[in-house]
């Protein structure tokens, strides 16, 4: 099991850049999962925007490519997401996610989640 505190979160003008954090901790190491940034805004479905594998593979959606980055530190159980070039339909909740699969951006394949961190860009 693991927990997932997510920090970073805050708000920013169109065109700045925020790094989020996801502490992870519990009786498995986060270095085991495929670890996964997920985003809702108000009214929407929740999108998985940034996955990186055990392996450091890295996946992005269409909507951040080239403009978010994640990476990992296994020795300090810790996955980042630094966003770039944010623009405001980047608001949303922001949340870290935990799972065994790390083929695809489906909630099915999360086992555990954080409680989110808001992200708010303006104009």
């Known amino acids: 099991q693991v927990q997932l505190v997510e920090s970073g979160g805050g708000s920013v003008q169109a065109g700045g850049s925020l790094r989020l954090s996801c502490a992870a901790s519990?009786?498995?190491?986060?270095?085991?999962?495929?670890m996964t940034w997920f985003r809702q805004a108000p009214g929407k479905e929740r999108e998985g925007v940034a996955r990186?594998?055990?392996?450091?593979?890295?996946y992005y959606s269409d909507s951040v490519k080239g403009r978010f980055n994640i990476s990992r530190d296994n020795a300090k159980n810790t996955v980042y997401l630094l966003m770039n070039s944010l623009e405001p339909e980047d608001t949303a909740m922001y949340y870290c996610?935990?799972?065994?699969?790390?083929?695809?951006?489906?909630?099915?394949?999360?086992?555990?989640w954080g409680q989110g961190t808001q992200v708010t860009v303006s104009t």
């Open positions: 996610a935990a799972g065994w699969y790390c083929g695809g951006w489906s909630v099915q394949y999360v086992s555990y």
């Open positions: 990186i594998s055990t392996a450091y593979s890295t």
């Open positions: 519990g009786a498995t190491s986060s270095s085991r999962y495929c």
